[in-house]
């Protein structure tokens, strides 16, 4: 009889996401005019901007034109959108980054699983904890639950920063500003991840899906603001949250040229001809008008309609963080991250306080312990909805605080 891959029947049994929407549905049943509040998945609440709704209309008519009809594009992106991400996002931070070093995709939730595709079964990876489920999850269907995976614990005493690794560890996931915590690293704490990953000759995957929300430019917005990560590390964007894209799903991967790996061999390879490889193979580009959407985005028009956006969801941040404050929790993150991780009160478990919120609230957050163990006795709040939803929330939170 065939066999299937036996790393998936390590996985817990249910994705967090979708439980917590199965969850939501069976309260929403039980509870048919319960007005319910959602600051929990961090998917976005605004509309498309104008620049890009404009964009894609366009994009469509060119479409449906037999001269201007597009069908397969290039595997690694269309150049005019690589042109414009190489210019806005890297050279006008002074960081040196060409457009043939930028791989086009369809959500960096893809990339950075799909990633390991090209990383050998016997790297040693470390991943944070708590951590964004996917970076775990696609690691043990790729390699199983081995002692090859170090989880690397964040915590209050540590400001949820991870420690550099005492013990050698091959490729490690960092994602700065943090999901789920919100936290950020400083150029230093960043540099010193550099230093190391160059003097272990290991590979960092950096997550920078989150750059946007950063209100402080002494915070690196990317690990190539830091010398010599171009050559130990492949960093991750994506449109979604910035730019509202969860619907239309665009991002990229950054894999500078001078990345190489040492085969068994002995001999030096690309990491950029490798990625290029797997991509060319298993993905057939993103849809031409996603790109020219995303394209918009680096107009004049469509950064300042992205920044209102942001403003928008930090405003929600701060009007979160205000009301915890006030209502004595304690919490970290929304300062340049739209998550907000605050500890559960009165010694709550992260689900016992999900159901709390839920039940007594009608507002639905992540639990911690769905990031990870070193997740547990926390809980996720995010910053995606509308103001007014957001600011009722935070007083009926206050309520319920009221009368603890």
Not at 54 to 67: I, N, P, Q, Y
Not at 168 to 178: E, F, G, K, M, Q
Not at 238 to 247: C, R, V
Not at 394 to 402: D, E, M, P, V
Request: proline content about 4%.
């Amino acid at each position: 009889m065939f066999q299937v891959n036996q790393h998936y029947l390590e996985l817990d049994e249910s994705y967090l996401f979708s439980t917590i929407a199965r969850k939501v549905e069976q309260f929403s049943t039980s509870h048919p005019g319960a007005d319910i509040i959602r600051l929990g998945i961090g998917d976005v609440t605004l509309p498309l901007s104008p620049a890009v709704i404009s964009a894609l209309h366009r994009s469509v008519d060119e479409m449906g034109e037999k001269e201007h009809f597009r069908g397969y594009g290039p595997e690694q992106g269309y150049a005019f959108l690589r042109e414009a991400i190489a210019e806005t996002d890297f050279k006008n931070r002074g960081i040196d980054i060409s457009p043939s070093e930028i791989f086009v995709s369809d959500g960096s939730k893809s990339d950075t699983g799909n990633i390991g595709d090209i990383l050998g079964e016997r790297n040693v990876v470390a991943i944070t904890d708590p951590v964004y489920p996917v970076y775990l999850d696609t690691t043990l269907m790729r390699i199983g639950k081995t002692d090859k995976i170090r989880l690397l614990r964040c915590s209050e005493e540590n400001g949820f920063l991870p420690e550099v690794p005492a013990v050698r560890a091959d490729v490690v996931y960092l994602c700065y500003p943090n999901n789920p915590t919100g936290t950020v690293m400083s150029r230093e704490q960043l540099k010193r991840w550099v230093d190391w990953a160059l003097e272990n000759e290991s590979l960092i995957l950096f997550d920078a899906a989150y750059e946007a929300f950063i209100r402080d430019e002494s915070i690196p917005h990317s690990i190539y603001e830091i010398e010599g990560a171009k050559r130990c590390a492949i960093e991750f964007r994506s449109f979604s949250k910035s730019a509202g894209f969860t619907g239309l799903r665009c991002s990229y991967t950054v894999v500078p040229h001078e990345l190489k790996v040492v085969t068994a061999d002995g001999s030096k390879v690309s990491l950029h001809y490798l990625w290029n490889r797997r991509q060319s193979t298993k993905f057939n580009g993103t849809p031409y008008i996603i790109q020219r959407a995303a394209e918009a985005v680096y107009t004049a028009q469509g950064q300042q309609e992205m920044q209102q956006m942001i403003d928008s969801y930090m405003q929600n941040a701060a009007l979160i963080r205000q009301g915890l404050s006030e209502s004595g929790y304690t919490f970290f993150g929304g300062e340049h991250s739209p998550y907000i991780w605050l500890k559960c009160p009165d010694g709550l478990d992260s689900w016992q306080f999900f159901d709390r919120l839920l039940e007594r609230c009608h507002i639905v957050g992540t639990p911690g312990i769905g990031f990870g163990a070193a997740g547990e006795g926390y809980f996720r709040l995010t910053a995606f909805n509308s103001a007014e939803r957001t600011a009722e929330a935070i007083g009926r939170i206050a309520q319920l605080s009221s009368t603890r």
